[in-house]
């Protein structure tokens, strides 16, 4: 907890300095994996339960946010999902995986 010139607890300015620490390991991840955050990514993979029927599609999702293990995408129509680091370049480059 930070204290104020005075002594007191001070939450506000707690909040300002973690905010500030996510936002630069935010920027830090995104300099490392080279995606931004909002960037629009086209993802291919497989559709369908029966492996006669599944079609390779391409989805957009939106970049939302970067972790140290994983990226979270939302897809055009509200869909949220996380795959890992290698799995998200794989699907990048268009291999054929499941994104779940």
């Given at each position: 907890?930070h ?5 007191y607890?001070d939450?506000?300015?707690?909040k300002?300095i973690?905010g500030?620490r996510r936002?630069e ?5 995104e ?5 931004k955050?909002?960037k629009?990514?086209t993802?291919?993979h497989f ?5 006669r ?7 957009k999702?939106?970049?939302v946010e ?6 979270l995408l939302?897809?055009?129509?509200g ?6 680091w ?9 291999a054929?995986l499941k994104?779940?």
């Amino acid at each position: 907890m930070h204290k104020n010139n005075e002594g007191y607890a001070d939450p506000t300015a707690g909040k300002a300095i973690n905010g500030v620490r996510r936002e630069e390991y935010q920027k830090y991840l995104e300099e490392l994996h080279g995606i931004k955050r909002g960037k629009i990514v086209t993802l291919i993979h497989f559709t369908g339960e029966d492996r006669r029927q599944e079609t390779l599609r391409k989805y957009k999702y939106r970049v939302v946010e970067l972790h140290k293990h994983n990226i979270l995408l939302e897809s055009m129509s509200g869909f949220k999902f996380c795959p890992d680091w290698p799995k998200f370049h794989e699907m990048l480059k268009g291999a054929t995986l499941k994104p779940w």
